[in-house]
C-alpha cells in the first residue's frame, strides 16, 4: 500500500535531518551498500558463548510473518522460541489457498477450494519490491523468486464504461500534454521560468515524450497499439485519438500512474509457486516443533523475572514475550501492560480488504487479449483484475477478479461468497465480455476483515504518533512487532522490519543484564 | 528494433484505408478476437488428400527462425522438405552461448565460451513483445516462457557523467513538466484550447502525474526513492531534486522513454533457460535429419519444372525452393531469377550489431544495488546495461555489458575481442565501479556484421519500396522469406511472419497447379 503520502515524505525530510545528511554524505543515489539491511545484525551463537551468558526462553505469541522472522533471528543464536498461533496453520496473512483448502469468516459458511493441479491464490500479499527485506529473506531461505509484472501495456484501463489498452490511454494523454506543454512554451507563456537552452531541451524532451509531430502537435502515435500489428504489411492503427476534451474527460489518470510510487514501481517479484514458500521456509528454518496451531492467548502478564501467556486450558512462561497480533485484536486481550498501552493499541483502525480468484480451464486472457500478467485498472467497485504472471500458456490459470479495500472491501465482505461472485463476474464481464462469466471454473474470495483472529487487511494508524513509538518499545518483558509498527504497513517487508526492530532490542536486553 | 516511426505510421493509417475501416467496425480497441495470428491457416494433410493432390519437395535455403519455421509448417501437410544450412547449426541470429560453445568471425581469433554451468548469453535476440508470433509459438510448441524485464525503476540512468536511479530521473521530469503545464494553465495561456472543465481535470491529472505540492510545485517525491527506504523509521529520502535547469541539461529523454514504443512496451518476455529453447523446439518438429549443415549454396536455379540449388560438391533439386538468406548474403550467390530480383536483392544496407555478455561470480548488480532485471541506459558507446531476468539469486549471473547498432556496433566490432572487453569495462566502471572490473570471470562478445554467412545485425531499407514488395512474391519457384521481409525488422517474429507469407503463397500455388 502506498503508506507514505508525498506530505508524508516531505515531513521526513524535515524529521530525518542529521541522519539525511551523513547518508547524503555516503552518496546521494541510494548508492550506499546494503542500504536496505540497515544495521542489523543477527543474532549468533557466539554471542553468548564468547561472553559467557545463556540464551533466553521466548514466547511469540502469533506466528504470522513477523512472528517466524522474529523465531528466525533468535533462533540463530540458540533461543529457545515457543510460537502460539490461533489458527489451523502458521503464516497469518501470508495464505496462498489450492484446491482442498477451507477458507472460514467469523460468521457464514466456510468456502471450499476446488482449484486444479498447479492452480494458486494469493489472497494474502502478492508482490515485492525490489529494495524490501522480503527479497532478501528470500535470498537467504533459497526461496526462488520470478518478475510479477505490475504493469502492463497491453492491459486495459476501463472508465466511464469504456475499455481502452493500457499503453493508448498512457499515448493519448502523454501525447496531449506534451503538445500543451510545447504550445504554452512556444508561445512564451514560460519565458520568465525557461532560458533559451530551456527552451530548447524541454521541446526536444516533449517531442520524445508525447511522440509529436513537427509543428509539436499530438495525432496519434504507433505506441498507442494496433488493430492489427505491423508484419509483412505496415500494420493496421488504431482509430485515431479522441480529442483532448475526450482523453481528458475518460479519468484515467489513477490507472496510468498506478505504478509510479516507490513500493508500486515495475518490475516486482513474488515466490515461485506461491507467495506461502515464505512460510514455509521460516517454518522449516525454525522448526515446526516450536509452533503450536489452536492456541488463542487469552491472557499476558510480564512479571519481574518472566511472562506467562495463558489461554483456555494452558499457560506458557518464558522469560520474554513478543506479540504480534494484530493491534486490534491484541487490545481484545487481558493483560497487565498499561493502559498508556493499551491506548495505544487502540489507536489503530483496522482497514477492511478483500480479493477474488477466478479459476478458468482456458486462459483466455493471454490466447484471445495477448495479456500476460499485469493488471487492469477500473473505476467500478472491483478497482483492478490481476493477470497471473507465472506459468504462462498453461491451461489452467487463475485471474484476481477484485482486490478491494476500505469500503468497497466492505461492501463485497457484506455479501455472501456467492453474491461476490456474482457482482465481481458482473463488472468483469464489461471488460472482458460472457467469457468471463461462461468460462469461469470455480473461485473463492476472502474478506480479511472476517477472517479469524485477523479482523482485518490492515491497520491505519491516524498519525504516526507517540501511541506508534511506544509501541516499538517493550512494555515490561513484552515487546510488539508486526507491519503495523512500521511505515511499511500491509507490507510483508514490514512485518520482517519490525521483528529485526524487536530481535535488536530484545537481544542486547539478553545480552546485558546481569 | 523500431522499425516504425511515428511518420510511417501516419503514412500507414493512409495506405491501410478501407481495410483499417474494416477493422475499426470489429472494434477499434484492438479487441478482434486473435488479432496477430491473423488470417493464416496452416497447411494440412487433409489439404492433399481430401484433394487427390500429391505435396511436393521443397528445398529451404538457410535454416534460421525464417527457414525453420517454413519447414515446421509445410512439414504439417507433408511436404518432404530439406534444410540447407551453411553455418554448423540451425538458428541464425537465434544464438545462445553457453560454456564449451565457440565464436568465430569472418577474421580474427576465434572465442573461446568459459562461462559456469547454467549460464548463457541470448548473443541474438533476447526479448519478445506480448502481441508477437513468436509467444504463439512458443505455445505451441510448448516452450515456457517468462517475463523479461525491459523497464526497472531501479536501474540507473547515466548521462553527462552523472548516475542516478531510473525512478528518480522520470520522477524528476515528470514533476517539473507538470509543474511547467500546471503554471502555464493556471496563468490562463491555454484559455483559448482548454475549457473550464478540461482545465481542472488537467490540473487533476498533473498533480498526480508529478505529484506536485498544494500549489502546484515540484519540490521531490517518494518516487524519486530513498537513502533508506521506509521501515521501522520513516526511511531517508534523497538529497532535493536539482533545480529545473539541471534537471533538462541532464539530457535523460531518451533513457526515460525507452519503453514507450510498442515494440518496448512492459512486459516483454524470454524463453526459460536461453532464446534457443525456440530453435530446438522447430528443429525437434521439422526433424533434424531435415536440415543438412556445412552446405554453403553456390547456386540458385529456377526452371520450368523444378529449381536446383548447387554447393561445392553438391547439388539438390526439388519443387520448389524457398531462400531465407539475409538480402546482401543472397545477393552473392549465382543465380537465375532477373536482374530485378538482384537489384532488389540488393537494396537493403546490412547493419552492424554487437553485444558482449559479462560473467560474474556474484550477482552484485542484486546484492548490491537491488537491480533485478531491466536496463540502465548511458549515453557513453556501451549504450545500454542488460541485467538478466532470471535465475535472480543465483550465485552466477550475466549481463550484457553493451548491445550498439549501428556506428558503435562498428567501433566495437572492428575492436579485438580483448579490446572490446577492455572498452566496455572501462564504459560500465563509470556505473557500477571497480567491481565491474574486478569480479569478471569470463566475456564473449559478437560482432553480427562479422559472422560468417550472416554478415550483419540486420538490414535496413532505405525504403520500403517496389523492391520490399517484390521479393514478398515468387520468383519463379523461389520464395524468399526473413525478419527483412516484414515491418519486424530484426526481431524473430519477422522471420515467422514472412515464412508464414511463403508458405501460404507456396501451398496455394500447389494446392491449385494442375
Given at each position: ?60 505469541v502469533g ?260 506479540v504480534t497480533l494484530p493491534?486490534?485484536v491484541l487490545?481484545?486481550v ?148 508486526g ?32
Amino acid at each position: 500500500m502506498n503508506a507514505l503520502t508525498r506530505r508524508g515524505l516531505l515531513v521526513g525530510i524535515g524529521a530525518a535531518g542529521g541522519a539525511g545528511a551523513m547518508y547524503a554524505a555516503m552518496g546521494a543515489l541510494g548508492l550506499a551498500p546494503a542500504e536496505q539491511a540497515g544495521a542489523f545484525t543477527p543474532p549468533a551463537p557466539g554471542d553468548f558463548t564468547l561472553r559467557g551468558r545463556a540464551s533466553a526462553r521466548v514466547v511469540i505469541v502469533g506466528a504470522g510473518i513477523a512472528g517466524l522472522t522474529v523465531a528466525y533471528e533468535l533462533g540463530k543464536a540458540g533461543y529457545d522460541c515457543t510460537l502460539l498461533e490461533a489458527g489451523e496453520r502458521a503464516g497469518g496473512r501470508n495464505l496462498t489457498l489450492r484446491g482442498g483448502d477451507r477458507v472460514s469468516e467469523t460468521s457464514g459458511p466456510a468456502q471450499e477450494v476446488r482449484f486444479g493441479e498447479g492452480v494458486y491464490f494469493n489472497a494474502g500479499p502478492g508482490r515485492i519490491a525490489p529494495w524490501m527485506l522480503t527479497m532478501d529473506y528470500c535470498r537467504e531461505l533459497g526461496i526462488p523468486v520470478e518478475t510479477f509484472v505490475n504493469n502492463n501495456a497491453h492491459a486495459y484501463v476501463h472508465t466511464k464504461g469504456r475499455t481502452v489498452r493500457a499503453r493508448a490511454a498512457r499515448a493519448d494523454m502523454y501525447g496531449y500534454i506534451a503538445e500543451l506543454l510545447a504550445k504554452a512554451t512556444n508561445v512564451g507563456a514560460l519565458n520568465r521560468t525557461l532560458t533559451k537552452d530551456d527552451k530548447e531541451r524541454l521541446l526536444e524532451f516533449l517531442r520524445r515524450f508525447g511522440d509529436l509531430g513537427p509543428a509539436y502537435e499530438y495525432d496519434g502515435s504507433s505506441r498507442r497499439g494496433f488493430v492489427k500489428y505491423p508484419a509483412v504489411t505496415r500494420g493496421i492503427p488504431l482509430d485515431p485519438p479522441g480529442a483532448l476534451h475526450q482523453i481528458l474527460a475518460a479519468a484515467t489518470g489513477r490507472a496510468i500512474t498506478n505504478d509510479f510510487g516507490y513500493d508500486q514501481a515495475t518490475p516486482m517479484f513474488q515466490p515461485v509457486g506461491g507467495m506461502d514458500a515464505i512460510v514455509r521456509a521460516l517454518t522449516a528454518a525454525v522448526g515446526p516443533g516450536r509452533i503450536r496451531t489452536g492456541v488463542q492467548v487469552t491472557g499476558i502478564t510480564t512479571r519481574q523475572n518472566d511472562v506467562e501467556v495463558t489461554w483456555s486450558g494452558g499457560a506458557h512462561t518464558a522469560d520474554y514475550c513478543v506479540v504480534t497480533l494484530p493491534p486490534h485484536v491484541l487490545a481484545t486481550v487481558p493483560h497487565n501492560l498499561g493502559a498508556a498501552v493499551q491506548a495505544a493499541l487502540k489507536t489503530p483502525v483496522p482497514v477492511a480488504a478483500g480479493k477474488i480468484g477466478l479459476e478458468y480451464g482456458r486462459r483466455w486472457w493471454e490466447i484471445d487479449d495477448r495479456i500476460y500478467g499485469g493488471i487492469t485498472e477500473t473505476d467500478l467497485d472491483i478497482t483492478h483484475i490481476w493477470y497471473p504472471s507465472h506459468d504462462y500458456h498453461a491451461r489452467r490459470g487463475l485471474i484476481v477478479g477484485y482486490y478491494a479495500s476500505e469500503g468497497q472491501a466492505e461492501l463485497y465482505g457484506a455479501l455472501t461468497p456467492e453474491d461476490r461472485l456474482r457482482r465481481a463476474l458482473t463488472q468483469g464481464k464489461k471488460i472482458h465480455g460472457e467469457k468471463y462469466r461462461s468460462e469461469l471454473l470455480s473461485s473463492v474470495s476472502i474478506a480479511w476483515e472476517r477472517r479469524p483472529h485477523i479482523r482485518g487487511g490492515w491497520a491505519r494508524w491516524p498519525a504516526f504518533d507517540s501511541s506508534f513509538t511506544l509501541l516499538q518499545r517493550p512494555s515490561g518483558r513484552v515487546y510488539f512487532a508486526g507491519d503495523w509498527l512500521t511505515y511499511l504497513i500491509a507490507w510483508q517487508a514490514g512485518a520482517m522490519e519490525s521483528a529485526r526492530n524487536a530481535v535488536t532490542q530484545l537481544h542486547q536486553r539478553v545480552l546485558q543484564s546481569p
